[in-house]
C-alpha cells in the first residue's frame, strides 16, 4: 500500500515545518497520520490518538517508521499545539486541488462555525475556536477553511480563503456576512460567479433591492424581464413551497448597482411552509454576477448553500462530535478540525460502502485494507 508515496495522502505533508526543530523522537508524518487514522476511526483527542496507534501498533509498523514506538499522549498534544495551522492548511489545499473531481464548474458555499468547547477556561469563551470553511456540495468536499477570533472576522477571512482557492468557472455562495463588495470584487476578480443574501448589514443595497422586487411582485413583473420557478417538497407533515423570481433589469438600482462588481441579477425568494395546519411565509433577497442566470439556477445555487449546514456542519457535530471537543491548547483545536476535515473528506470520496459516515469510521478501525485503502484516496 502507497500511503506516503507519489499515490499516497501523507505525500503532501512530508515538507511541512516541524515546530520540534531538530530535537525528535517521532517523525512528524508518522504522527500526522497516525491522528489522521485515529480520528477516522472515532479518536476525539490525543489520548484516544495514543491508545488507537498502541493497539494496532502492529500494524502501523508495516508502512511507519516508529522508530521510537508510538509516541505518547503529551506529544501529539505538544506537536499538534505548536503546528503552524497556515503550513498544515497549505498542504491540505495543496492535497485537495490533486483531486481531479474539483475542477469545472462548481457551487463553492462559503459558512463559519464555531467549536462550542474549544476554550480553556469556563469563565472566559473568548478563546472559541471558529472557523471559515469552504464546501463543494456536489461532492461533499472541503475545500478549505481558515480560524478566525468570532464570527464578525469572516469578513476578513473569505477574502483570504477566496485567494487561495482556484474559482474560476465556479459559482460562489454566502450568506449576508460576505456580502461586501471587497469580498464581490476577490470572485469577479477569480473569474467566479456569486449567489450573496441581502439583508440589513447592507440597509441601503437591501432596502433597494427590497423595495424593488416587493413592487415587481405587487405588480407581477409587468413591463420586466423576468423568469419564474416554483418548488414544493413535502416530508413528515411539512409542505415547503418556495417561489423564485430573477431579474436581469438591475439599472433600477441606479448608481447603487455599479458599486458592485459585475452585479447582473435581483433574485427574490419567498418560502411558505406548512406545517399541523399552520402556515408562514418569508422573503429572502440575493444579488448575482450571472448573466445568464435563470430563476432554477437561482433556486438551485440558494439552496445548495444550505449543504455546507447539512452536510458538513451537520456531520462534523453528529458523526465526530466537533461541538463537544475540549481541545484548546494552542492552535490544536484548529489543527484538530483540519484532522477532521481530512477524515471526512476522505471518507466522502470512498464510495464502494453504501453506508453512513459514522458505520464508514466503525469499518476502518475494524478492517485495515479499508482504511489503508481511505488513505490512499
Known sequence: ?????NGGLMRFFEDMPDPRGNNTLHRLTDLIVLAICAVICGADGCVQVEQFACAKEKFFRTFLELSCGIPSHDTFGRVFARLNPDAFESCFMAWIRSLAENKGAELISFDGKAIRRSFEHA????????????FVSANRMVLGQLAVQDKSNEITAIPKLLELLDIKGATVTID???????????????????????????PQLYQKVKNLLDEAMLEKFAGMKHDYYEQTDGDHGRIETRK???????????????DWPKLSQLVVVEATREVGGKSSSERRYYIASDKKGTAKGAAEAIRG???IENQLH??????FGEDGCRISKGHAAENFSRLRRIALNLLQREKRKKVGIKT?????GWDHNYLLNLLEG
Open 176 to 202: 449576508a456576512m460576505g456580502c461586501q463588495k471587497n469580498i464581490v470584487q476577490k470572485i469577479t476578480d477569480g473569474q467566479g460567479n456569486y449567489y450573496l443574501a441581502v439583508k440589513e448589514n447592507q
Open 244 to 258: 423564485v423570481w430573477c431579474t436581469s433589469e438591475v439599472k433600477w438600482l441606479g448608481e447603487l448597482g455599479k
Open 1 to 5: 500500500m502507497d500511503v506516503q508515496g
Open 305 to 307: 448553500h444550505w449543504g
Open 123 to 134: 469563565w472566559d469563551k473568548s478563546g472559541m475556536v471558529h472557523l471559515v470553511s469552504a
Open 314 to 319: 451537520w456531520s462534523l457535530d453528529v458523526s
Open 360 to 364: 464508514k469510521r466503525l469499518i476502518a
